[in-house]
């Protein structure tokens, strides 16, 4: 029997906020189906990811990936940076 890697999850958003050392909070959007209206509507998460060269700045475009939580709230890394 062969064991699979499950691939994990990775995600694209802008940076809104660098104030924490080695950590940054990109802004994520997703678009959610209205239960009642069935009308697509755009949810926005804030998820906070680790920076270990803090090379991000409010504005960036960013890659993140889900990983073993490093804190209380910080459970995504930065893949890199897409645009500056």
Request: positive net charge; glycine residues 4%; contains cysteine.
């Given at each position: ?9 990775t ?52 890659k ?15 893949v ?5």
């Amino acid at each position: 029997m062969e064991c699979y890697k499950k691939q994990k999850k990775t995600k694209i958003g802008s940076v809104i906020s660098t104030k924490c050392n080695k950590t940054g909070v990109v802004s994520v959007l997703n678009k959610v189906k209205h239960p009642l209206y069935k009308k697509f509507v755009l949810k926005r998460t804030k998820i906070m990811f680790h920076d270990e060269k803090n090379e991000t700045n409010i504005g960036d475009t960013v890659k993140i990936m889900e990983c073993r939580p490093l804190s209380k709230r910080k459970r995504w890394r930065l893949v890199n940076i897409l645009n500056k």
